[in-house]
C-alpha cells in the first residue's frame, strides 16, 4: 500500500515537500516514482527513483525544480517542489513497480492514492 500526502493550497514560488509512505512490503526492491494529473489532462510522469535512490529520473518539464529521492528505512519516496507555478496544480500520485520502464510508461504494479496541490497566482 501507497500513502501520498503533503498536498495542499500553495502560493507560486512556494515551495512543497511530498511523502509517499509504503507498507505492507519491502518497497526497497521496487522502482519508485512521482505522476500527476492536472484538471482535465492526461497523467503524466514527472520523475522517478532507482531502488537504491542513486538515480533518478525526470520529465523535461520539470528538471531544475522537482527532486525525487527516497528513504528505503522507512519505505517512504519524497518529492520536493520548488518555485511552484499554477500549472503544477494537480494530483500527485505515487508509484511502485520492480520495473522503471513500468514506472515511466504509468504503468506501475502499485499505485497510491493521489494528493492534491493546488497552486495560486
Known amino acids: 500500500q501507497l500513502q501520498a500526502s503533503g498536498g495542499g493550497l500553495v502560493q507560486a514560488g512556494d515551495s512543497l515537500r511530498l511523502s509517499c509512505e509504503a507498507s505492507g512490503r519491502d518497497f526497497s526492491s521496487y522502482v519508485m516514482g512521482w505522476v500527476r494529473q492536472s484538471p482535465g489532462a492526461e497523467r503524466e510522469i514527472v520523475g522517478a527513483?532507482?531502488?537504491?535512490?542513486?538515480?533518478?529520473f525526470y520529465d523535461d518539464s520539470v528538471k531544475g525544480r522537482f527532486t525525487v529521492s527516497r528513504d528505503n528505512a522507512p519505505n517512504t519516496l519524497y518529492l520536493r517542489v520548488n518555485n511552484l507555478k499554477p500549472e503544477d496544480t494537480a494530483v500527485y500520485y505515487c508509484?511502485?513497480?520492480?520495473?522503471?520502464?513500468?514506472?515511466?510508461?504509468?504503468?506501475?504494479?502499485?499505485w497510491g492514492q493521489g494528493t492534491l496541490v493546488t497552486v495560486s497566482s
Open positions: 527513483t532507482t531502488r537504491s535512490g542513486h538515480n533518478t
Open positions: 508509484a511502485a513497480d520492480p520495473e522503471l520502464d513500468n514506472i515511466l510508461k504509468m504503468i506501475p504494479e502499485y
